[in-house]
C-alpha cells in the first residue's frame, strides 16, 4: 500500500490533521494565499522526484533580490523559474527584470497565480 506524505496531504488540499483545508480562490481563478501555492507547488515537485530550490517567504531574500521563487530541474536539463504571485499581486521592478533577463538567455521563467495554472504550465512541459 503506497504511503502518503504529509506533502501529498497538502498538494490535495488536506491539512497534517487530515483536515480539508478550505481553499482561498479568487473569481479569476488565482490564490489569494501565496504560501499555499508554494506549499502546493513544493508538494508537486517532491512527488514528481524534481529537484527544486524554493526562496523562504518568512524572511528577506538572501539569495538575489527579485530572483523567482522557484528554480525546478526538470527533465532533459531543462530549468524553469518560477515567480508565485496572489490573483492580484503584483511584479517588482527586481522581479520583473529578473523574468526578462531569463527569458532573455533562453530559460523558462513565468509568473503563476494558482495551482491551475502552474498544472498547465507542467503539461505544456511535458510533466
Not at 498538494?11 to 501565496?34: C, F, I, R, T
Not at 504560501?35 to 531574500?61: E, G, V
Not at 524553469?80 to 533577463?101: I, R
Not at 509568473?111 to 507542467?122: A, G
Amino acid at each position: 500500500m503506497p504511503r502518503i506524505t504529509r506533502f501529498d496531504l497538502m498538494a490535495m488540499g488536506y491539512g497534517p490533521d487530515g483536515q480539508k483545508l478550505q481553499k482561498v480562490q479568487s473569481a479569476d481563478g488565482g490564490n489569494d494565499d501565496e504560501r499555499q501555492l508554494h506549499d502546493a507547488i513544493a508538494a508537486y515537485c517532491r512527488r514528481a522526484d524534481l529537484p527544486f530550490i524554493h526562496s523562504r517567504m518568512d524572511r528577506p531574500t538572501s539569495i538575489a533580490l527579485g530572483a523567482p521563487d522557484f528554480v525546478i530541474a526538470m527533465p532533459g536539463g531543462k530549468t524553469l523559474w518560477l515567480e508565485c504571485k496572489t490573483a492580484k499581486g503584483k511584479l517588482t521592478t527586481e522581479q520583473n527584470a529578473w523574468l526578462h533577463w531569463l527569458k532573455s538567455k533562453g530559460h523558462e521563467a513565468h509568473v503563476v497565480r494558482s495551482m491551475r495554472q502552474f498544472m498547465d504550465l507542467m503539461l505544456d512541459m511535458h510533466l
